[in-house]
T-cell receptor, first 118, second 113 residues
């Protein structure tokens, strides 16, 4: 079982270009998430999906879009990259949406994508 | 004010000591609370989660939650050099905000021999 895979591992991108970061999980988890991590700012939620076919905006959604056509895949698209989107991007998943009434769930993170926008 | 605040670091403790990491949050309807460990250049990994007021112990780790004070902490007993990492506090929204996890900025812990 691979868990969560992300691609590419790293990418250097020219400003203005379109880029899709891929995320695939093989655990049949309902919920998936995209975060960016910047020095001094911690992890910030970009978009999330509580179940296939639904998505929601996180703390920093501007400039990013997501889709959740099936359970396993949750791609993140930068329509027109800007230098401020230089960051490490983590995809994550959990069996159920975090915070749903009940016992806390476990969230698994992918290995990350390091993106540099010049 | 940031929604989730962690005590400023870095925190340095000697091997064998107790490391205490603290976190406060602003959203009173928050339901679930998490502590993640992140080694440099790696992705975060969950080490503790807590839902109810009080203490929850798992090996050398104890999470403490006080919803009235909006405070959650992590104690690491018998600290080891391998515990040196950044520790991230995270809070899951309650009510209609479930699914949204808000992280603190992290506390760097160094355990020196």
């Amino acid at each position: 079982i691979a868990g969560i895979t992300q691609a590419p591992t790293s990418q250097i991108l020219a400003a203005g270009r379109r880029m899709t970061l891929r995320c695939t999980q093989d655990m049949r988890h309902n919920a998936m998430y995209w975060y960016r991590q910047d020095l001094g700012l911690g992890l910030r939620l970009i978009h999330y999906s509580n179940t296939a076919g639904t998505t929601g905006k996180g703390e920093v959604p501007d400039g990013y879009s997501v889709s959740r056509a099936n359970t396993d895949d949750f791609p993140l698209t930068l329509a027109s990259a800007v230098p401020s989107q230089t960051s490490v991007y983590f995809c994550a998943s959990s069996e159920f949406p975090l915070g749903l009434a009940g016992d806390p769930d476990t969230q698994y993170f992918g290995p990350g994508t390091r993106l540099t926008v010049l | 004010q940031k929604e989730v605040e962690q005590n400023s670091g870095p925190l340095s403790v000697p091997e064998g000591a107790i490391a205490s990491l603290n976190c406060t949050y602003s959203d009173r309807v928050s339901q679930s609370f998490f502590w993640y460990r992140q080694y440099s250049g790696k992705s975060p990994e969950l080490i503790m989660s807590i839902y109810s007021n009080g203490d929850k112990e798992d090996g050398r780790f104890t999470a403490q939650l006080n919803k009235a004070s909006q405070y959650v902490s992590l104690l690491i007993r018998d600290s080891q050099p391998s515990d040196s990492a950044t520790y991230l506090c995270a809070v899951a929204g309650g009510g209609t905000s479930y699914g949204k996890l808000t992280f603190g900025q992290g506390t760097i812990l160094t355990v020196h021999p």
